[in-house]
């Protein structure tokens, strides 16, 4: 079992940064990989970015990649998502989430997940 608290997640005007942090318990982090999905409002669960559990391989969504950067630290259980040149689009409840077996894009895939944290970019 692994618990994910999600946090970071705040009102930012267009062109800002903001760094998420997803804080895991209760297993081996460093033998999950891990990643970050959002909800916008209105809209589906979608993927953002993944980082292997060896912290060699990234992979990140179309609409980010340039823009965010997703890290971890084990030694602290932590997983990252630094995000850069923010866009109203980018508005949503952002979602840490982690699979010892699955890296990639599919969210049904993933075993466990945060609680989610509320991104909001302001025009």
């Known amino acids: 079992q692994v618990q994910l608290v999600d946090s970071g997640g705040g009102l930012v005007k267009a062109g800002g940064s903001l760094r998420l942090s997803c804080a895991a318990s209760g297993s081996t982090f460093s033998a999950y990989n891990m990643g970050w999905f959002r909800q916008p409002p209105g809209k589906e669960r979608e993927f953002v970015a993944a980082i292997s559990w060896s912290d060699r391989s990234t992979i990140y969504a179309d609409s980010v990649k340039g823009r965010f950067t997703i890290s971890r630290d084990n030694a602290k259980n932590t997983v990252y998502l630094q995000m850069n040149s923010l866009k109203p689009e980018d508005t949503a409840v952002y979602y840490c989430?982690?699979?010892?077996?699955?890296?990639?894009?599919?969210?049904?895939?993933?075993?466990?997940w945060g609680q989610g944290t509320q991104v909001t970019v302001s025009t």
């Open positions: 989430t982690g699979s010892r077996s699955h890296f990639g894009e599919i969210a049904q895939r993933y075993d466990y």
